[in-house]
């Protein structure tokens, strides 16, 4: 997979939920912080934003809002509105607020969480704002607005099968959404550094390939930057200040990251997990592991299974 699929893959520790909500005349809801990432996707009619820091934005049909670090904030009728506690119930209902006409509502919003370990968070999502806002803009985003017609018409009339395609919908607007962001299309200009310079850096981008694809193979800064047609000290120079830290500490980053996740989810013995990201030695391996997560791999397992 290519980087960001990567990085969302290993983020995410089951199925995002959802829920639609509809209403009309006044309301407000008051969303909490949750352990993840947020979003909204205003499906019909339009609303108030209320981050809780910076001002009120108006959202109207197709805007979609998505809380990388699952900030708390508000949904309202008004830019002042009260705001009432948002009680979820099970994922997929509808939930009214009071004095709602279900027949005629004014604003329906599909909202709900993915679920992503925040233990460890990729610095590619946590270098992200508390608030991405992706407006409806004409001939902006195709696909990102073809994921979200189809989800309007899943959640709307739900047939056979719902139950599926809509966390399938909902897992492609996430790529859809960092894509757009990361793409730098709704910014003023583009990214000059960050995540975003760096997934468009066609040298950057084929070193965090390789990097994602083949953690276990004996990379070196010479060999890293031979792959991005770079001298050895141009290329530390690049990833550095588009990434963020040096090609070797992320190189590292990237396989306890991967180990982590392979503890957790295989049955794989401590030995295989230490190969597959490039460590001969298991002993070495572990002291590796320690040094990034306080605890040996076969302590993580257990509490991570326990968990």
């Known amino acids: 997979m290519d980087p960001l699929s990567q990085v969302v893959a290993v983020m995410r520790t089951g199925r995002p939920h959802s829920l639609r909500l509809q209403a009309a005349g006044t309301w407000g809801w008051r969303y909490p912080e949750v352990r993840g990432a947020a979003f909204h996707v205003v499906l019909q009619g339009s609303g108030w934003l209320r981050p809780d820091s910076g001002?009120?934005?108006?959202?109207?049909?197709?805007d979609v809002?998505?809380?990388?670090?699952?900030?708390?904030?508000?949904?309202?009728s008004g830019p002042s509105t009260p705001l009432t506690e948002l009680c979820e119930g099970d994922s997929g209902h509808r939930v009214l607020a009071a004095g709602t006409q279900a027949d005629a509502p004014e604003l329906v919003v599909l909202c709900g969480q993915y679920l992503l370990d925040r233990d460890r968070p990729h610095p590619m999502l946590a270098a992200l704002p508390d608030v991405v806002l992706l407006p409806n803009r004409l001939g902006r985003h195709p696909s990102l607005h073809a994921a979200v017609e189809l989800l309007g018409r899943e959640v709307e009339a739900p047939e056979a099968g719902s139950d599926l395609v809509v966390p399938a919908l909902l897992d492609v607007l996430l790529l859809?959404?960092?894509r757009a962001w990361f793409s730098g299309t709704d910014c003023a200009g583009t990214h000059t550094a960050g995540w975003g310079a760096a997934l468009s850096d066609d040298a950057v981008a084929a070193a965090l390939a390789v990097i994602h694809a083949s953690p276990e193979r004996p990379w070196t800064v010479e060999s890293l930057g031979a792959v991005a047609g770079l001298s050895r000290a141009a290329f530390a120079r690049r990833f550095s200040a588009l990434v963020g830290t040096a090609p070797l500490a992320y190189l590292t980053w990237w396989r306890m990251t991967t180990a982590a996740r392979l503890l957790a989810e295989t049955d794989l013995p401590v030995g295989a997990v230490a190969r597959r990201v490039g460590y001969a030695s298991e002993f070495a391996f572990a002291a590796a592991f320690k040094r990034e997560y306080a605890r040996p791999p076969g302590r993580y397992r257990s509490e991570r299974t326990a968990a």
């Open 55 to 62: 001002d009120p934005v108006r959202l109207s049909a197709g």
């Open 176 to 178: 859809y959404v960092l």
């Open 65 to 76: 809002v998505l809380f990388p670090h699952g900030t708390g904030h508000g949904l309202s």
